[in-house]
């Protein structure tokens, strides 16, 4: 196993298997914005080419998650095809697994897309943009220079929390879906335009956002499309299902993600299977 430092376009990883494999995976962490460097390492033991890439945060990128081009996302799939695989895939969890969503309905070349706690909808942005500006509410991601359509986020969620300790923010896309509820259309993200592979990995206790009614969504957009998609669900998990050889996640002093260790560890291990049948074609 060969483990490259990345420093221009992005900030990244480039982890090559012992033995050469035909799957090459983009792995993009959630609203953290670390490179996934342990995760890449799981899939290249198992015989893929894994690329993680900072995709906002780091030198010349947005501070925060707004306005991020989605030919970021695209730039990192022209690497893995300049590797020489022969199947390309997208493995995000959270604002990854949206970023993921968005990209392989733009670049054909993707071949399979595994969406860990998705969201069916574009949402507003996480943190400033370039001008360090947080509000008013922009989108979170851009094509071809253009803000993708979303919906923002109701600022009276706010009023109805404790004001100390960690907050559970499932309540908060709640309640912005039904305040902006003429804005849902236009943000859906297009699942059944995609012509990959579509696995969606989601845990019912999410307090993060309800990843599950959202992949079951998705669901159903590509199957009224006459496409497919598997989801992999369990009732106990949280926001942050760990894959087999990775640890629990870290506590949070600020946000709630539901679950605990032990089910979501389950969760990971219930859909490994799924996830390497996917990859692997």
């Not at 799981?42 to 030198?59: D, V």
């Not at 993060?208 to 079951?216: G, H, K, Q």
Request: charged share 25%.
């Amino acid at each position: 196993m060969d483990e490259q430092e990345l420093s221009s376009p992005w900030e990244g990883v480039l982890v090559t298997p012992g033995s050469a494999g035909h799957t090459g995976v983009l792995v993009l962490a959630g609203s953290s914005g670390r490179i996934e460097r342990d995760r890449a390492r799981i899939l290249a033991r198992e015989g893929m080419t894994a690329l993680s890439i900072r995709w906002f945060g780091g030198p010349g990128q947005s501070p925060g998650i707004c306005e991020i081009p989605l030919e970021t996302f695209v730039s990192a799939v022209d690497l893995l095809e300049s590797t020489g695989v022969r199947r390309i895939c997208l493995l995000g969890m959270s604002k990854g697994a949206e970023a993921a969503l968005l990209t392989c309905v733009r670049d054909r070349r993707v071949d399979g897309v595994v969406a860990m706690s998705p969201t069916s909808l574009v949402w507003g942005n996480v943190g400033p943009g370039p001008d360090g500006e947080k509000r008013p509410y922009r989108s979170s991601w851009t094509w071809k220079g253009r803000p993708v359509p979303f919906v923002p986020y109701d600022d009276d969620w706010a009023e109805a929390e404790p004001e100390r300790g960690p907050l559970a923010l499932r309540a908060l896309y709640e309640l912005s879906e039904r305040t902006f509820a003429g804005l849902l259309p236009a943000a859906e993200i297009p699942v059944e335009a995609a012509e990959a592979d579509v696995l969606l990995v989601a845990g019912g206790d999410d307090a993060m956002w309800p990843s599950v009614p959202y992949a079951e969504r998705l669901v159903a957009r590509r199957r009224a499309a006459g496409r497919t998609a598997r989801l992999v669900s369990r009732a106990d998990a949280g926001h942050r299902p760990r894959l087999p050889g990775e640890g629990p996640a870290p506590e949070s002093p600020d946000f709630l993600y539901g679950g605990d260790a032990a089910a979501d560890a389950r969760l990971g291990a219930d859909a490994w299977p799924h996830i390497l049948d996917l990859l692997r074609g």
